[in-house]
């Protein structure tokens, strides 16, 4: 707090303190960049782990339209159609 008093009301400069900002900064930011690498990651090992298909709404669509027409019936719309 002091050193933002004494740099907007006195008009003095501290000497090291742009230094200390800037390499702040660049930690802050490589921590950043860490967790978004990191949850991606996480993302992707939970989808892994819910072990679902990625077609099943087209599976089920067709395998619903294969019994309707072996049954001689009109195959059910979805409502996606």
């Given at each position: 707090m002091?050193?933002?008093?004494e740099t907007f009301?006195?008009?003095e400069s501290?000497?090291?303190?742009p230094s200390m900002v800037v390499g702040l900064m660049v930690l802050g930011g490589?921590?950043?960049?860490m967790i978004g690498i990191?949850?991606?990651?996480i993302g992707k090992i939970l989808s892994e782990l819910k072990a679902r298909p990625v077609?099943?709404?087209a599976e089920h669509t067709l395998k619903t339209a294969e019994t309707a027409g072996a049954s001689g019936e009109?195959?059910?719309r979805s409502a996606a159609e």
């Open positions: 002091q050193i933002l008093i009301v006195f008009g501290v000497p090291g303190y490589v921590q950043l960049i990191m949850g991606e990651y077609y099943f709404v009109a195959p059910a």
